[in-house]
């Protein structure tokens, strides 16, 4: 049929992030084809093309002052996603530490959740934020380590429910982001049920300070070569403080991913920011396991 659309195309932007570009890349290759992926590679990394053989690589050059970074990527990503949408039915654009997943109670891949809950409903909405599980390492109850032929469910579902992160990531129109991907101008968003974000900032500790570490030299090095840094984003914070106090203030619960009350509280003042962070800030002191159905999934 001339000009029939493929569902699903996903993109992501990284610099090096090897383990994540490849874990990303393993995952939905499998589920849409390599050919549906698109790769911002910042750099110009020949590693990434070794990763992501058969996905789009397209090269950006290396911005080593990393001024307005998240703005400028962010507008990058949308106008590029905006113009696949010609394409594409629906776009998922999100950073490479961030997967979508559904509820194998709800569908069998992403794709599958998008036919079952968008396809026959023309009215559906075409902003979806998936709720975002933030995973979190805590070593004496999840001590294995992180293996190339284990999943990451199989190894951590300790999560925190994240409002912040529960980002509108899901696009079948047009759409502009801002910074870090939290809000986009596409109005009115659906907080879906069975369809989630995997955050794998603190899924791993061991990973987690080797990669403060990585950044805080990226942040060094402009300094040092006299460019403007920009340190109004998470580039510039304390990533592993910011996981021990999530350690020290959350108390470890049962399985749970519903969370009703949880969303409730997100959803409550969902028309006064539909044009900004959209969710209000929802407050949860626990911490949640994934139920084990999950993890098999990524």
Known sequence: MIGEKRLLGVMTMAYQDYFFVERWYRYWSAQIGPECLYLLSHGNDPVHREIAI??????????????KFDARRWRSMGYLASGLLE????MIVSDVDEIVIADPLSATSVGDWIERNTSDNKSAP??????????????????????????????RRIFQPNWNYSKPCLIGAPALFAPGGHRNNLGPRLLPDGLFTLHLKFFDLPMLTDRSKGRKEIMSEASTNGLEVDTSTSWGSTTLD??????????LRGEDVDLPEYRAAMRKQ???YTNSFIWGQAIDKNLYRIPERFSALF
């Open 126 to 155: 075409k902003n979806i934020s998936p709720l975002c599980l933030e995973l979190i390492h805590l070593p004496d109850e999840e001590p294995e380590s992180i293996a190339d032929d284990a999943t990451i469910l199989s190894r």
């Open 242 to 251: 910011r996981y021990h106090n999530i350690v020290a203030s959350k108390t």
């Open 87 to 90: 394409f594409y039915k629906w």
């Open 54 to 67: 058969g996905a789009n690589i397209i090269n950006l050059p290396r911005d080593s002052g990393m001024y």
């Open 270 to 272: 969902k028309q006064k």
